[in-house]
Every structure is written in C-alpha cells, then in structure tokens.
C-alpha cells in the first residue's frame, strides 16, 4: 500500500494553480491566488525592512549616548520639578581626573549635624547679604575638603556671585565667569577630580556639596548649598524608598524632620541618574541662605541683582 505524501503547508500545490502560458508573448501568468500570495510577501519583506531600521537606528542612538552623553552640557545638580539652567563644567576626561583618596574614614551617624569643636578648622564666606559659616570634613571627604581650601586660600572664591539660585531647593556658585560654564579644578594639571559617595554624610538641608556636570569625577570649583525645607526624593519615592534603596534610618528621619535633597546622595546614582559629594555644613548662617534663596532671578534662575561672595577664609573655632 503507498504511503500518502504529507502536504507541505510552505508550498504552492502547483496541480491546483498550474499557470497559464500566454500565447501572445510565451511568458508565465500568474493566477489571482499567487498574485495575492506575492503581495503577501513583499509587505513581510518591506515591514521586516521598517523594522530592521528602526533596530538599527536604536542601537546606534544607545552607541551614541553611551559615548557622548556624560560629556553634554547638563544641569550641575538636578531638579526634576524645575527647569534646567544649561549649567556645565568643562568635559570630563578620564586622564585629567584627580583621583579621590582612599584614605577616609566612615563619619559616624549624626556627625555630620554636630556643632564643629574648638580649634576645629572652618570655611566663612562673607557674602553681600550676611556671613554663612561651614564646618568642613576633612576625615570622611578628604579630596572635596582639600579642593576647597586650597581655592580658598589662593582667594579664588574672592568676588564671585552666585549664579544660580532657585529657592526651596539650593544656591550655587563657585565659578568666576557667573555662567555655571566656568570653574577649575585645585589640584595642578587635573581638570576635576573625583567623586566622594557613601561616607554617611548626606544632602540635607545646609550641605555643603559638589556641584558636576553628572557625569563621574566632574567636581571642580563650583558648589551649593541645599536650602529646601522639605525633603526632597523624586525616583526615591519616599522615605521608604530611600531606605529601600541604601540610605541610613537615621538619615531618613533627619530628612523628614530638617529637608534636603535626597535624590542627590551618591549612593543612589544607579536610581537617579546623579549624585553629589557632600564635604561640608553650614552650621551658622542658613537664615542668610534662605535670603539668597529668596531673591528675584530671570528665567535662568539667576539672581537679578548680583549676589557676592565677598571674601572666602579659613579659621579656627575659638
């Protein structure tokens, strides 16, 4: 007995549609079915065309943001519900990067909100709207802290302004154009230097902290001060997100209770996009950020009339 051949369902039966042969010119015609199957065909070709571009095309955006994206003039500290000024620094290059030092120690909790101890070392900034006083860290942000003193004491911050103010979030200045696009690095030969994170000292309100370009190890002169009141966690969520996704319960509780801008903290840059180094807190004066905070800008978030800070010094507690 045969044995019945299994239709292949891939293939014309080409008994059922044997085509023609036009007696005018010798040439096959096609029957309205296999017209319609080629039709059928050439728009899978042409959609799989149209899709294999657009895979192309992503791939190639990702390739290109991969390269080029830290390297772009971006905001030196976020804020997603305002908008960006085009602040930059100069590009960050890996070779140019002074590195952070790996001599440091952990601040315990709370030290960072402490009163500084007499004969500690402190920054002043004399502005033209009131005195602003800063404990500094030098065990747990060694690199930022040397940075800043020696900009200090070369009188670098002597008559800059403060070139970006946006209240209820943070003032920001350290660059002698006034642009956001200026700034140096301390340390000779170096454009920037490297970023400090997770050391327990965190973005509340009165820190002191690095601003950047958001891209890795972009610190160099400029800087802000957090001034918002209210505690600030945008992709953190809340304050449960925070501690879900590293922050201290301790630190989460001084959020609620003083403000600041969580989403800034370093630890956090695979959520946020960003972080920033915290090196220092203003322990005397923040009723005068709030003032500087308070003042009229333009659309740039500027200060319409120049802000200045006066004079930069160190001194010792007495």
Known sequence: MATQKKPNPHRQNTQQHKPTTSPSNGKKKLTAAQRKEL???QRITQALIIVGSIIVAVILIIIFLSIYGDNGSKDLTSNTSADKSGDSTVSTVNDTVY???????????????KKPSKGEEVAVLETSMGTIKIRLFPKYAPTAVENFKKLIKEGYYNGIIFHR???DFMIQGGDPTGTGTGGKCAFEGYETFGDEFG?????????VSMANTGAPGSNSSQFFI???KKA???????????????GAKWAAEQYEKSGGTAYLDGQFKSVTGSG???FGQ???????VDKIAAVEVNSNNKPLKDVEIKKAYLTKVK
Not at 199 to 207: C, H, I, P, Q, V
Not at 282 to 288: A, M, P, Q, S, T
């Open 39 to 41: 039709e059928r065909q």
């Open 99 to 113: 590195p952070a030092s790996e001599d440091f120690e952990i601040a315990p909790d709370g030290e960072q909100l």
């Open 165 to 167: 103010v946006m209240n």
């Open 199 to 207: 050391r327990n000292l965190y973005n509340f309100r009165g820190a």
């Open 226 to 228: 957090v001034q918002t």
């Open 232 to 246: 600030q966690y945008y992709t953190l969520g809340d304050k449960d997100g925070f501690i879900k996704n590293g």
């Open 276 to 278: 920033h180094t915290v």
């Open 282 to 288: 203003v322990y005397e004066g923040l009723k005068v």
